[in-house]
């Protein structure tokens, strides 16, 4: 069983940055694809990044350039740092796992709060 603990979130003002790590536990395979979600208040949870174990990055088009998502493999951890942001950053951001090597399964964590001042 994976489990996934964010941490990182926070108040910040607009154009401000933060960090959010994800530590994972169980066993991580390594084709398993990690990265994060986000939802804000009112708002379906939608894509943020992900990472694959060899770097392979996917990206929601718009934050293309303000986010980066990293992965470490043999820490069983992954980064988002958030540069940048904006009001309309503000939501709930959780940590994700897809696993397909042999039906798809996802783990999430329990979400962690950034909240953007303007």
């Known amino acids: 069983q994976v489990q996934l603990v964010e941490s990182g979130g926070g108040l910040v003002q607009a154009g401000g940055s933060l960090r959010l790590s994800c530590a994972a536990s169980g066993t991580i395979l390594s084709s398993d694809t990690m990265g994060w979600y986000r939802q804000a208040p009112g708002k379906q949870r939608e894509l943020v990044a992900t990472?694959?174990?060899?770097?392979?990055?996917n990206y929601e088009e718009s934050l293309k350039g303000r986010f980066t998502v990293s992965r470490n493999n043999a820490r069983r951890t992954t980064s988002l740092q958030m540069n940048s942001l904006k009001s309309e950053d503000t939501a709930v951001y959780y940590c994700y796992l897809r696993r397909t090597n042999t039906s798809w399964r996802e783990y999430w964590g329990q979400g962690t709060q950034v909240t953007v001042s303007s």
């Open positions: 990472v694959t174990s060899d770097g392979s990055t």
